[in-house]
């Protein structure tokens, strides 16, 4: 049996009890959206694609893949009066990878009332999160973890806790086809007045392939790669929206998430996604520009049932 097909049995055998776990409740939604915009213009189908520092929050395990350190920072204009910003930095060397990061959320101007009629005010709800990661590359299998603290910010009432990411990553057939792995989110906060707010813990495995590369020149100086992404996600907890975020669909089931991307003479990424089950979200679009060592990342989520659409900016720098 081949190397890498013993590496792919032995990253779904880690991951294969989790997902069965038993569902409850769950909130902090914020960290069930993609991190930055290459991953939200692919409907988040991610769990096998190298988002570069940005992988800590999404498998930990891709952050050795990584040829040189990255910095990436972005901003997503969320719905509603929510607002997401992320930014990490990685530090690759020979056979491991370090890692931290910096995720928050704000959902602003929510009105404030003691009694009923007009608001006396308005207030914010406030989410952190503060991670360092780890990975390590063991032959052709990636290993890595990400712990995270946690904060919460509800009008005067707050809350801490922590959560892990556990991820695992491989490739195969030329590292023309990867494959990974993730356990997200797995932890508990303290309670928030009078009980805690339950983790979004998710199970995801994906597949990423290079599937078709051509030229749209005859001297083959303008190469394009096609490339597919899939992520099969199971929510370990069932998914509600927190209190004053309408922002999430309700999922209590697995479903699907599938990238297509389009990367032209390693300039211009043109990228899509699609992802299935009861969501009002399932198309997504996007894109990067790439100038030396400074990418350009822009995505757009249109939401279904009357809703806005989603923007989506990030930068990440390679040095």
């Known amino acids: 049996m081949r190397t890498g097909t013993l590496s792919l049995l032995a990253l779904m055998m880690i991951f294969a009890l989790p997902a069965s776990a038993q569902q409850t409740t769950s909130g902090l939604q914020f960290l069930k959206v993609g991190p930055s915009a290459h991953s939200l213009s692919i409907s988040q189908a991610h769990t096998a694609v190298d988002l570069g520092a940005s992988s800590l929050y999404t498998n930990p395990a891709l952050l050795t893949r990584s040829n040189s350190s990255t910095a990436t920072a972005g901003y997503t204009l969320w719905l509603g009066n929510t607002s997401n910003s992320h930014a990490s930095v990685n530090l690759p060397r020979r056979n491991d990878t370090f890692a931290i990061g910096l995720l928050s959320s704000v959902v602003g101007d929510i009105e404030h009332r003691d009694q009923p009629g007009e608001p006396i005010g308005t207030f914010d709800v406030n989410y952190l999160s503060v991670a360092g990661s780890y990975a390590r590359q063991f032959g052709p299998l ?174 990440r720098y390679d040095f």
């Open 142 to 315: 990636s290993l890595g973890i990400t712990a995270m603290y946690l904060n919460e910010l509800l009008f005067n009432v707050s809350a801490s806790g922590y959560a892990i990411n556990f991820g695992a990553a491989t490739s195969f057939l030329d590292d023309r086809v990867s494959a990974g792995a993730a356990l997200l989110n797995f932890g508990e906060m303290q309670d928030l007045d009078i009980e805690p707010t339950q983790l979004p813990t998710t199970f995801k495995a994906g597949l990423n392939a290079g599937l078709i590369q051509f030229s749209i020149s005859e001297t083959d100086e303008v190469p394009v790669l096609i490339s597919i992404s899939s992520d099969f996600v199971q929510p370990v907890n069932e998914l509600a929206a927190d209190e004053g975020r309408p922002d999430l669909e309700d999922i209590d089931d697995w479903y699907i998430t599938t990238g297509i991307s389009a990367d032209i003479a390693d300039i211009i990424s043109l990228r899509g996604g699609y992802r299935t089950g009861n969501t009002i979200r399932p198309i997504s679009f996007g894109g990067s520009l790439m100038t030396g060592q400074l990418t350009f990342d822009y995505a757009f989520v249109p939401f279904e049932t009357g809703y806005q659409t989603v923007h989506s900016i990030a930068i």
